[in-house]
């Protein structure tokens, strides 16, 4: 498709009221992305970056989500409907010189891009004037109701809550999924004619179909069935529906590329982690956000990996949380790992039992097994970090850090208070509080000395 054929208006100004939350609807996530991010996935092949974006309730939050969309924001101060907020975007669609305009709900994440793609071919094929997706679910639920003539042709869309048998005939099933396609050329006369003379008092764009009929345009609704790809997000309950089919797609799409998925149905995995064939994951697991994990890897049960990567050969075992960490080949983190933002490990280099890292490299072959938190620090290769290790990277107020050269020792019960370094090759004796440098190859043990004192017992 060509991007000039079409530019597209996505309607994201809605508050949400049914999902009970101070957020924008549009930003509830789904598998870790938000609902407007699943919309412009589903948009960008057929059309690029000519896509425009109508916002109202949380402007500012929602701008912030997309930072590389800032030029493709239209406020609609007040929410007066959608056909109000086509109004509102309308100079920028001109602007854009494209023959048509796609307009698309901000609340439908399942919308997927051969979707768009076929109806935007429909439309190029059959020339209309205004074209809209229409659909025929088992509950019609607040859709508006599609009527047609006694030639089936589109007689016009009713929203549902004015919806009148009495007066539109009985209700045959088909609504209005919410996707238009409109000739730019053609619709310029009918914006100003749209009125907000109905219950709820707002603009629609569904009028513009009764309009366009009146005047004689070609009005053509492309039916998808009983497709819920286009059914729009507005209570929690959706959203949970939503996000269970979607986290089904993502784990079928990756068990048919190669990768092991136990218990696949409990496997969440958002849909900008790249996953390479040959990975073995075990459900439940959350794996979100820009998550790389390369071949040969095992990711155990009950893990939680945010934007992190994880090299060839790597075990993350059963209950560690990566979160913008680095995981180098052949290492193991956990199980009770966790790697916060900032911790890298280097090659063959081992996070155990309760392990927590951040802001630190753990060098080639370095352990910490058991017990210990390293922040702030550069931990040498072949260094071991006996159990109960502390760095004290923080006075209270700033951060300082903490340096272990290459196959030092630590041992167990040690605070490395920061800024602190310790040399290669040394020893730090168990129960010791470092609160000076250590050279190359010394022993430093900062302890009291133990007393030990005779106890009496008295016969009773």
């Known amino acids: 498709m060509n991007n000039s054929f079409a530019c597209a208006l996505v309607l994201a100004g809605g508050k949400g009221t049914r999902m009970h939350s101070e957020s924008p609807k549009v930003l509830k996530t789904l598998l870790g992305e938000s609902m407007l991010y699943y919309v412009y996935n589903a948009l960008k092949p057929s059309l690029g970056e000519n896509v425009f974006t109508i916002v109202g309730f949380e402007a500012e939050r929602v701008e912030k989500a997309f930072p590389d969309m800032k030029d493709r924001f239209v406020l609609q101060a007040e929410q007066l409907g959608t056909g109000h907020a086509l109004q509102m975007g309308w100079e920028c669609i001109k602007q854009t010189e494209s023959e048509?305009?796609?307009?698309?709900?901000?609340?439908?994440?399942?919308?997927?891009?051969?979707?768009?793609?076929?109806?935007?071919?429909?439309?190029?094929?059959?020339?209309?004037?205004?074209?809209?997706?229409?659909?025929?679910?088992?509950?019609?639920?607040?859709?508006?109701?599609?009527?047609?003539?006694?030639?089936?042709?589109?007689?016009?869309?009713?929203e549902a809550k004015d919806y009148d048998e009495s007066v539109h005939g009985p209700a045959s099933?088909?609504?209005?999924?919410?996707?238009?396609?409109?000739?730019?050329?053609?619709?310029?006369?009918?914006?100003?004619?749209?009125?907000?003379?109905?219950?709820?008092?707002?603009?629609?764009?569904?009028?513009?179909?009764?309009?366009?009929?009146?005047?004689?345009?070609?009005?053509?609704?492309v039916n998808a069935g009983d497709s819920i790809d286009l059914m729009g997000i507005n209570s929690p309950f959706e959203l949970a529906q939503a996000e269970?089919?979607?986290?089904?797609?993502?784990?079928?799409?990756?068990?048919?590329?190669?990768?092991?998925?136990?218990?696949?149905?409990?496997?969440?995995?958002?849909?900008?982690?790249?996953?390479?064939?040959?990975?073995?994951?075990?459900?439940?697991?959350?794996?979100?956000?820009?998550?790389?994990?390369?071949?040969?890897?095992?990711?155990?049960s009950h893990c939680r990996i945010v934007d992190s990567e994880i090299a060839e050969g790597a075990l993350i075992k059963a209950y560690s949380h990566l979160e913008d960490a680095q995981v180098?080949?052949?290492?193991?983190?956990?199980?009770?790992?966790?790697?916060?933002?900032?911790?890298?490990?280097?090659?063959?280099?081992?996070?155990?039992?309760?392990?927590?890292?951040?802001?630190?490299?753990?060098?080639?072959?370095?352990?910490?097994?058991?017990l210990t938190y390293l922040g702030d620090s550069e931990i040498g290769a072949g260094t071991n970090i006996g159990a109960g290790t502390i760095t004290c990277n923080y006075d209270g107020v700033n951060k300082h850090k903490t340096v272990i050269?290459?196959?030092?020792?630590?041992?167990?019960?040690?605070?490395?208070?920061?800024?602190?370094?310790?040399?290669?090759?040394?020893?730090?004796?168990?129960?010791?509080?470092?609160?000076?440098?250590?050279?190359?190859?010394?022993l430093g043990v900062a302890r009291g000395k133990q007393v030990n004192i005779s106890r009496t017992f008295k016969k009773s």
Not at 260 to 275: A, D, F
Not at 276 to 284: A, D, L, N, R, S
Request: overall charge negative; aromatic content about 4%.
């Open 100 to 158: 048509y305009c796609l307009v698309i709900n901000g609340d439908t994440p399942l919308i997927q891009e051969h979707i768009v793609a076929d109806f935007l071919t429909a439309v190029q094929r059959d020339g209309s004037d205004i074209s809209f997706v229409s659909i025929t679910p088992d509950d019609s639920g607040e859709f508006g109701r599609v009527t047609r003539d006694e030639n089936g042709q589109v007689a016009a869309i009713v």
């Open 173 to 221: 099933g088909e609504v209005n999924a919410g996707i238009y396609c409109l000739k730019i050329s053609a619709v310029e006369s009918l914006l100003s004619k749209l009125t907000n003379n109905n219950k709820s008092g707002e603009y629609y764009i569904t009028d513009l179909v009764d309009l366009a009929v009146e005047s004689g345009m070609n009005v053509t609704a």
């Open 405 to 442: 050269g290459e196959g030092a020792f630590i041992g167990s019960n040690t605070a490395l208070v920061a800024p602190v370094t310790i040399g290669k090759g040394a020893l730090i004796g168990a129960g010791s509080t470092i609160t000076k440098n250590v050279n190359d190859g010394d």
């Open 244 to 300: 269970s089919v979607l986290r089904l797609r993502a784990a079928e799409k990756l068990l048919n590329s190669g990768i092991t998925l136990h218990n696949w149905e409990s496997v969440v995995v958002g849909p900008c982690v790249k996953i390479e064939p040959g990975v073995e994951i075990t459900g439940p697991c959350e794996i979100y956000g820009q998550s790389v994990i390369a071949r040969g890897s095992v990711v155990e």
């Open 328 to 370: 180098g080949r052949d290492c193991m983190v956990g199980p009770y790992g966790r790697l916060r933002p900032g911790a890298v490990m280097e090659e063959g280099s081992k996070v155990g039992n309760f392990v927590e890292i951040k802001k630190a490299v753990l060098g080639k072959g370095a352990k910490a097994s058991h």
